[in-house]
């Protein structure tokens, strides 16, 4: 009897696609979302390592030019009011607020270290923002994919025993199907979560570490715009 439980099983066909297609409809929209969750997560990932080795390039060629001894008005001069790296935004936001504080006579109006510091620091906010578009994403489907591939399980599980109990059998050929399909709902939710939190913890502390150099930067340049107005 044993044996020809295990026959009858070993018939079955076990591969992830053939899993798939015999799984209820529940479970087909949990493998689904977590198998979109998956790809999605890996084009923001790729996506990030793109944008922030650019974003370091365009920095390190930038903060160069700005230490070249090129003078500021000069550099502002070619680098235009709304340039396209993320470093040339913030300078050309605190040159642009820099100008804007002469008044017709040459002078100064007042306050303009203050409002040169916020002008840069709204900069450095957008381009936090876009440097940290979609991260949200990763630290989402890192916690929630175990537990919806867990549903998918649970669900799975449940509609073995419903077979159990109709077909009135515990052989292996009636059992085994409906717990694998459910277990390749728990295994596609750690495939989608692993590399998201681990992808979000490295990406997180690089953004961190671009941002602090433009911080860095933003922090240098007014110290120097204030050189200029104590002199």
Same mark, same amino acid.
């Given at each position: 009897?044993?044996?020809? %439980?295990?026959? =009858?099983a070993s018939d079955v066909?076990? *591969?992830?696609?053939?899993?798939? /297609?015999?799984?209820?409809?529940?479970?087909?929209? @949990?493998?689904?979302?977590?198998?979109?969750?998956?790809?999605?997560?890996?084009?923001?990932?790729?996506?990030?390592?793109?944008?922030?080795?650019?974003?370091?390039?365009?920095?390190?060629?930038?903060?160069?030019?700005? /230490?070249?001894?090129?003078?500021?008005?000069?550099?502002?001069?070619?680098?235009? +009011?709304?340039? $396209?790296?993320?470093?040339?935004?913030?300078?050309?936001?605190?040159?642009?607020?820099?100008?804007?504080?002469?008044?017709? $006579? !040459?002078?100064?109006?007042?306050?303009?270290?203050?409002?040169?510091?916020?002008?840069? $620091?709204?900069?450095?906010?957008?381009?936090?923002?876009?440097?940290?578009?979609?991260?949200?994403?990763?630290?989402?489907?890192? %916690?929630?994919?175990?537990?919806?591939?867990?549903?998918?399980? @649970?669900? !799975?599980?449940?509609? +073995?025993?419903?077979?159990?109990?109709? *077909?009135?059998?515990?052989?292996?050929?009636?059992? +085994?199907? !409906?717990?694998?399909?459910?277990?390749?709902?728990t295994a596609l939710g750690?495939?989608?979560?692993?590399?998201?939190?681990?992808?979000?913890?490295?990406?997180?502390?690089?953004?961190?570490?671009?941002?602090?150099?433009?911080?860095?930067?933003?922090d240098e340049f007014t110290?120097? =715009?204030?050189?200029?107005?104590? %002199?």
């Amino acid at each position: 009897m044993e044996a020809e %439980a295990i026959g =009858l099983a070993s018939d079955v066909d076990f *591969s992830v696609t053939a899993l798939f /297609w015999r799984a209820t409809p529940t479970v087909k929209i @949990v493998m689904l979302m977590l198998i979109g969750a998956s790809f999605w997560g890996w084009a923001i990932i790729v996506q990030k390592f793109i944008n922030y080795r650019a974003a370091r390039r365009e920095a390190e060629e930038f903060d160069r030019l700005f /230490w070249s001894g090129e003078p500021l008005d000069e550099l502002f001069d070619k680098v235009g +009011a709304d340039p $396209d790296g993320a470093a040339q935004k913030i300078f050309a936001a605190g040159m642009s607020e820099w100008r804007r504080s002469h008044r017709d $006579d !040459g002078q100064l109006i007042a306050g303009a270290t203050a409002r040169i510091d916020r002008s840069m $620091d709204v900069a450095i906010s957008k381009q936090e923002e876009k440097l940290n578009y979609g991260l949200g994403f990763l630290a989402t489907t890192g %916690a929630t994919a175990p537990f919806i591939g867990l549903f998918g399980t @649970v669900w !799975g599980i449940k509609h +073995a025993f419903e077979q159990i109990a109709i *077909s009135q059998s515990t052989n292996l050929a009636v059992v +085994a199907p !409906g717990i694998a399909e459910a277990l390749v709902a728990t295994a596609l939710g750690l495939v989608a979560a692993i590399p998201a939190v681990i992808f979000y913890n490295k990406l997180s502390a690089d953004s961190d570490r671009i941002m602090s150099g433009y911080e860095a930067f933003a922090d240098e340049f007014t110290t120097i =715009l204030s050189r200029q107005l104590d %002199a």
